[in-house]
């Protein structure tokens, strides 16, 4: 029988962005909030986060959440939380963007392209860390065996064309 089978998860890929892309997330103290937000989401184990990357306009998530819970409810509590924590009015878009995905490829997909974000975006050089990327699972997404021995991005990753990419900006 599957009593004890794991219950079903939806797979999520989210991008919640500042309001009017005001770049307040750069702040390392806002940027800490957000991910203490995640990270305290992902140890009440309604479901758990694959990776995260804070930019400075905007939080990519990739996520699991348990059956019984909505996207929308799950979004909107980490966002009070997060403007609560940093105790001022800044503030996301009240939408936010994001799609299930049905496969661990497209899973991995995504995984790889919150990784590359900053680097691809000039906010980073090859050769350094992006400080705001979280997994707390890094062996568990493929791509991480390629890393380079400082833990950056294989430089053929960074040549690939946009086109490899435009399908997911365009869905998140």
């Known amino acids: 029988s599957g009593e004890n089978a794991p219950p079903p998860v939806a797979r999520y890929l989210v991008k919640l962005e500042t309001k009017d892309r005001a770049p307040w997330l750069a702040a390392v103290r806002t940027r800490e909030i957000v991910l203490a937000v995640l990270r ?14 804070v930019l400075p306009d905007q939080v990519l998530i990739l996520l699991e959440l348990r059956a019984g819970l909505e996207i929308t409810q799950v979004i909107a509590g980490w966002k009070a939380a997060t403007r609560r924590a ?44 992006w400080p705001a990327f979280w997994a707390p699972n890094a062996a568990g997404l493929r791509f991480t065996a390629a890393l380079t021995p400082a833990g950056g991005p294989a430089a053929e990753w960074l040549a690939w064309p946009e086109a490899r990419y435009d399908a997911l900006a365009h869905e998140i």
């Open 40 to 53: 305290s989401w992902h140890g009440e184990r309604h479901g758990r986060i694959l990776c995260a990357t």
């Open 86 to 129: 940093a105790g001022y009015a800044e503030t996301f878009q009240s939408e936010f963007g994001g799609h299930r995905l049905w496969t661990a490829a497209e899973a991995e997909d995504c995984a790889l392209y919150i990784f590359l974000k900053p680097y691809r975006t000039g906010l980073i050089q090859a050769d350094e860390l």
